[in-house]
């Protein structure tokens, strides 16, 4: 079975750092490009960050660019997402998310499994 | 970017009815289109990818379709448990985006 376990969420000041983690099982991992997306509260989904199975290839969403850094360790089944430099807007649910695409090493991803998610919360 | 924009916000169905949930995106993006389902509390999950093709365990009362630069999600027969917030993504340049939502309450 497919599952996705987010951890490392909580209360940090404005300014602050905070490191997700993101353990996956049930999958080949290092076949996959895998996702965070974020969902602030009572808001809709927003994309953060992509890092792409098949090479060096990462993406961020702009406000998030030069303070965000997704990563991955193949051999240990996990995703990673360092948040430095937090903000107030930064506060949201944190999905990781498994991507697939159209075709074999495309980048471009829908999501087919999430996990539950963790919560980060940026304030003083 | 691509701007997704759906419409309605809101969509009240009775029962067995049928829910048309639109999704309008600001340019052409071929068929690079997926829906979500998310209930309070939970994490979305994916019925809907290429705008057509149901994911694995979609009821076949789910149905994608699309004109021009406008995709439709169709429930037949709605029932309870299909209550909730719907999402569309696009993934067809970066930054991938979402629409906004539209949440279908059941009557």
């Known amino acids: 079975e497919v599952q996705l376990v987010e951890s490392g969420g909580g209360l940090v000041s404005p300014g602050g750092s905070l490191r997700l983690s993101c353990a996956a099982s049930?999958?080949?991992?290092?076949?996959?490009?895998m996702n965070w997306v974020r969902q602030a509260p009572g808001k809709g989904l927003e994309w953060v960050s992509s890092i792409i199975a098949s090479g060096p290839f990462i993406y961020y969403l702009d406000s998030v660019k030069g303070r965000f850094t997704i990563s991955r360790d193949n051999a240990k089944n996990l995703l990673f997402l360092q948040m430095d430099s937090l903000r107030a807007e930064d506060t949201a649910v944190y999905y990781c998310?498994?991507?697939?695409?159209?075709?074999?090493?495309?980048?471009?991803?829908?999501?087919?499994?999430w996990g539950q998610g963790t919560l980060v919360t940026v304030s003083s | 970017e691509i701007v997704m924009t759906q419409s309605p916000a809101t969509l009240s169905v009775s029962p067995g009815g049928r829910a048309t949930l639109s999704c309008r995106a600001s340019r052409g993006m071929s068929s690079n289109l997926a829906w979500y389902h998310q209930k309070p509390g939970q994490a979305p999950r994916l019925l809907i990818y290429t705008t057509s093709t149901r994911a694995t365990g979609v009821p076949a009362r789910f149905s994608g379709s699309v004109y021009g630069t406008e995709f439709t999600l169709t429930i037949d027969s709605l029932q309870s448990e299909d209550s909730g917030l719907y999402y569309c993504?696009?993934?067809?340049?970066?930054?991938?985006?979402f629409g906004g939502g539209t949440k279908v309450e059941i009557k």
């Open positions: 049930g999958f080949t991992f290092d076949t996959y490009n």
């Open positions: 993504q696009h993934y067809h340049n970066w930054p991938l985006t």
């Open positions: 998310a498994r991507g697939q695409s159209r075709a074999p090493g495309g980048r471009l991803s829908w999501f087919d499994r």
